[in-house]
C-alpha cells in the first residue's frame, strides 16, 4: 500500500480521467457502505415499522454526532494536500499524528453523550416504542465513537494524500464483517444471540472497530503513503489549531445540516410513523444515487488542494469543474435509474405498510429530479472545502436549508395545509439555493487565496 509522494500533474495533464482515477476508488468505498447500510435497513424492516423508524432516526442522530469529526477530517484533507502538492513528506506526516489526536478526544466526546440518546432520540416526536428502539441503536453506536473517528481520519488523510485504494481496501473489509455481523445479531443465527436492532447497531461499531485496528497496524508498521513521525514529542499545539481552525466551519455546517434534517423530519412526524418510516427508507435508497458525487467531492479536494499547493491555481479551477460535471452525469444517470425502478425497489422493505411504500415511491421521485441540483453541492462545495474555503459552505447550507426546505416546508403544512409530499418539494428548492451560492463562489475565485 505504501507508495512515493509526488506531486500532483501539471496544469495541461489535469484532464476528467485524472479526476476519475481519484474518484473510483472512492466511489467504490462508498458504494460498499450504502450497500451494507440498505442491507442492514432491509434486515430491520423485517421487525416492522417501528423498527425502521428507531434505526433511521439514531442513524440520523449518530450522522449528526459525526459533525464534529467531520471538522477533522475536512482540516486533515486540505492541509496533506497543500502539503503533498508542495513536496513537504514531514508537514504531511505531521499532520496525520495532529489530527489523530483531535479524532481521539472528539471519539471520547461521543461516548460520553452515550447515556442520553433516548433523550435525543424523543426529540423527534416520534412514538414512544421508537424512543426506545432508536435510543438503544444509538447508544451503541456512540459507544463506538473513538474507532469510528480513528478511522475516518485516516482515510480522509489518504485521500488527501492521493491514495484512495488503501480507504477501498479497509472499506471492504470493513463492510464485510458489517454484514456478516448483522446476519448473525438481528436474527440470533450461527449461534448468536437474537438482538434485533441493537444488533444491527453491534455490527457496525464492531466493523469500524476492525477498520481502526487495520489502520493503526498499517500506520505503526510504516506501511501507509503517511508515517507515523514524532510519536515521542510533544503534540504540536498549533497545527492541531490549524487543523481545528479549517474544520471548524464544516463541524458548524455539518451540525446544522444535520439539526436542519431533524427538524424537517421533526415537522412532519405529526403525519405518523409511515411519513417517517418512508423517508428514511428513501433517504437510504437515494444514498446510492450520491455515491458518485461522494467519490468526485474527494478527488475535488484532493486536486484543488495539492494544485495550490503546488502554485497552480487555474489547474485547480479546472479540476473543480471537471469534477462537477462529472458528479452531475453519474448522479442523474443513477437517479433515472432508481426512479424507473422505485417501486420495486421499495418492494423489498419487508414488513412495511403500504402507505409507507408509497410514500417512499414519492419521496425517492422528488429526489431523483434534484440529482443534478445536488452535484454541484458535491463538486464545487468539495473543490472550495479543499481549498480550505470552508465558510462559504456553511452560508449555503444555513440559507438552503433553513430558510428554503425548513422555512417552505412550514410554510406548506402550516400556512397553506399541504401534504407530506408537498413539503418534501422544498428539497428543491433548498439544493437550487446551495448550489447556485457554491458556483457563483467557486466562479469568482477568492478562494484560491485563502491561507491553510
Same mark, same amino acid.
Given at each position: 500500500?505504501?507508495?512515493?509522494?509526488?506531486?500532483?500533474? !501539471?496544469?495541461?495533464?489535469?484532464?476528467?480521467?485524472?479526476?476519475?482515477?481519484?474518484?473510483?476508488?472512492?466511489?467504490?468505498?462508498? !458504494?460498499? %457502505?450504502?450497500?451494507?447500510? /440498505?442491507?442492514?435497513?432491509?434486515?430491520?424492516?423485517?421487525?416492522?415499522?417501528?423498527?425502521?423508524?428507531?434505526?433511521?432516526?439514531? *442513524?440520523?442522530? %449518530?450522522?449528526?454526532?459525526?459533525?464534529?469529526?467531520?471538522?477533522?477530517?475536512?482540516?486533515?484533507?486540505?492541509?496533506?494536500?497543500?502539503?503533498?502538492?508542495?513536496?513537504?513528506?514531514?508537514?504531511?506526516?505531521?499532520?496525520?499524528?495532529? *489530527?489523530?489526536?483531535?479524532?481521539?478526544? /472528539?471519539?471520547?466526546?461521543?461516548?460520553?453523550?452515550?447515556?442520553?440518546?433516548?433523550?435525543?432520540?424523543?426529540?423527534?416526536?416520534?412514538?414512544?416504542?421508537?424512543?426506545?428502539?432508536?435510543?438503544?441503536?444509538?447508544?451503541?453506536? $456512540?459507544?463506538?465513537?473513538?474507532?469510528?473517528? #480513528?478511522?475516518?481520519?485516516?482515510?480522509?488523510?489518504?485521500?488527501?494524500?492521493?491514495?484512495?485504494?488503501?480507504?477501498?481496501?479497509?472499506?471492504?473489509?470493513? &463492510?464485510?464483517? &458489517?454484514? #456478516?455481523?448483522? +446476519? $448473525?445479531? #438481528?436474527?440470533?443465527?450461527?449461534?448468536?444471540?437474537?438482538?434485533?436492532?441493537?444488533?444491527?447497531?453491534?455490527?457496525?461499531?464492531?466493523?469500524?472497530?476492525?477498520?481502526?485496528?487495520? +489502520?493503526?497496524?498499517?500506520?505503526?508498521?510504516?506501511?501507509?503513503?503517511?508515517?507515523?513521525?514524532?510519536?515521542?514529542?510533544?503534540?504540536?499545539?498549533?497545527?492541531?489549531? @490549524?487543523?481545528?481552525?479549517?474544520?471548524?466551519?464544516?463541524?458548524?455546517?455539518?451540525?446544522?445540516?444535520?439539526?436542519?434534517?431533524?427538524?424537517?423530519?421533526?415537522?412532519?412526524?405529526?403525519?405518523?410513523?409511515?411519513?417517517?418510516?418512508?423517508?428514511?427508507?428513501?433517504?437510504?435508497?437515494?444514498?446510492?444515487?450520491?455515491?458518485?458525487?461522494?467519490?468526485? %467531492?474527494?478527488?475535488?479536494?484532493?486536486?484543488?488542494?495539492?494544485?495550490?499547493?503546488?502554485? %497552480?491555481?487555474?489547474?485547480?479551477?479546472?479540476?473543480?469543474? @471537471?469534477?462537477?460535471?462529472?458528479?452531475?452525469?453519474?448522479?442523474?444517470?443513477?437517479? /433515472?435509474?432508481?426512479?424507473?425502478?422505485?417501486?420495486?425497489?421499495?418492494?423489498?422493505?419487508?414488513?412495511?405498510?403500504?402507505?409507507?411504500?408509497?410514500?417512499?415511491?414519492?419521496?425517492?421521485?422528488?429526489?431523483?429530479?434534484?440529482?443534478?441540483?445536488?452535484?454541484?453541492?458535491?463538486?464545487?462545495?468539495?473543490?472550495?472545502?479543499?481549498?480550505?474555503?470552508?465558510?462559504?459552505?456553511?452560508?449555503?447550507?444555513?440559507?438552503?436549508?433553513?430558510?428554503? @426546505?425548513?422555512?417552505?416546508?412550514?410554510?406548506?403544512?402550516?400556512? /397553506?395545509?399541504?401534504?407530506?409530499?408537498?413539503?418534501?418539494?422544498?428539497?428543491?428548492?433548498?439544493?437550487?439555493?446551495?448550489?447556485? #451560492?457554491? !458556483?457563483?463562489?467557486?466562479?469568482?475565485?477568492?478562494?484560491?487565496?485563502?491561507?491553510?
Amino acid at each position: 500500500m505504501a507508495r512515493a509522494l509526488a506531486s500532483p500533474a !501539471a496544469p495541461s495533464e489535469t484532464r476528467i480521467r485524472g479526476v476519475w482515477q481519484l474518484a473510483w476508488p472512492s466511489i467504490v468505498t462508498f !458504494a460498499l %457502505q450504502s450497500a451494507v447500510g /440498505l442491507i442492514d435497513l432491509v434486515f430491520v424492516s423485517h421487525l416492522g415499522s417501528d423498527v425502521v423508524a428507531g434505526v433511521g432516526v439514531g *442513524s440520523q442522530l %449518530q450522522f449528526t454526532a459525526l459533525s464534529l469529526i467531520a471538522a477533522v477530517g475536512t482540516g486533515t484533507v486540505a492541509l496533506v494536500a497543500r502539503a503533498v502538492g508542495a513536496g513537504d513528506q514531514p508537514r504531511a506526516d505531521s499532520v496525520v499524528r495532529a *489530527s489523530l489526536v483531535l479524532a481521539t478526544g /472528539l471519539g471520547l466526546l461521543l461516548m460520553a453523550a452515550a447515556p442520553y440518546c433516548d433523550v435525543y432520540v424523543a426529540l423527534f416526536g416520534v412514538e414512544p416504542p421508537v424512543v426506545a428502539i432508536g435510543g438503544s441503536y444509538l447508544r451503541i453506536l $456512540m459507544f463506538g465513537g473513538v474507532p469510528l473517528a #480513528i478511522s475516518i481520519t485516516f482515510a480522509s488523510a489518504l485521500r488527501g494524500a492521493g491514495d484512495v485504494r488503501t480507504p477501498l481496501v479497509v472499506g471492504l473489509m470493513m &463492510n464485510i464483517a &458489517n454484514v #456478516i455481523g448483522d +446476519y $448473525m445479531l #438481528i436474527f440470533g443465527n450461527w449461534g448468536a444471540p437474537e438482538l434485533g436492532a441493537d444488533g444491527s447497531a453491534l455490527a457496525t461499531a464492531g466493523a469500524f472497530t476492525l477498520a481502526a485496528a487495520i +489502520y493503526v497496524a498499517l500506520w505503526l508498521s510504516r506501511s501507509l503513503l503517511l508515517k507515523p513521525v514524532g510519536l515521542r514529542k510533544r503534540i504540536d499545539i498549533d497545527l492541531c489549531r @490549524r487543523v481545528a481552525r479549517i474544520g471548524m466551519p464544516t463541524c458548524l455546517e455539518q451540525f446544522a445540516f444535520h439539526l436542519g434534517l431533524f427538524l424537517f423530519v421533526a415537522v412532519f412526524s405529526d403525519f405518523g410513523t409511515d411519513a417517517v418510516s418512508a423517508y428514511f427508507i428513501g433517504v437510504r435508497v437515494v444514498a446510492f444515487s450520491l455515491i458518485p458525487g461522494m467519490g468526485f %467531492q474527494i478527488a475535488a479536494a484532493t486536486l484543488v488542494g495539492q494544485h495550490l499547493g503546488a502554485g %497552480q491555481p487555474e489547474a485547480a479551477a479546472r479540476a473543480g469543474w @471537471r469534477a462537477t460535471i462529472g458528479a452531475a452525469c453519474a448522479m442523474s444517470a443513477l437517479g /433515472l435509474l432508481i426512479a424507473t425502478g422505485a417501486h420495486e425497489i421499495v418492494s423489498w422493505f419487508g414488513s412495511v405498510t403500504q402507505e409507507t411504500e408509497t410514500l417512499a415511491v414519492s419521496f425517492l421521485m422528488i429526489v431523483c429530479v434534484a440529482q443534478p441540483l445536488m452535484a454541484l453541492e458535491f463538486g464545487v462545495g468539495g473543490s472550495l472545502r479543499g481549498a480550505g474555503d470552508t465558510r462559504f459552505p456553511l452560508f449555503a447550507t444555513l440559507v438552503g436549508l433553513f430558510v428554503f @426546505r425548513l422555512g417552505g416546508a412550514l410554510v406548506v403544512l402550516h400556512v /397553506l395545509g399541504g401534504t407530506v409530499t408537498a413539503a418534501w418539494l422544498c428539497l428543491l428548492a433548498d439544493y437550487a439555493t446551495k448550489g447556485a #451560492i457554491l !458556483a457563483e463562489r467557486f466562479r469568482r475565485g477568492r478562494w484560491k487565496n485563502v491561507v491553510v
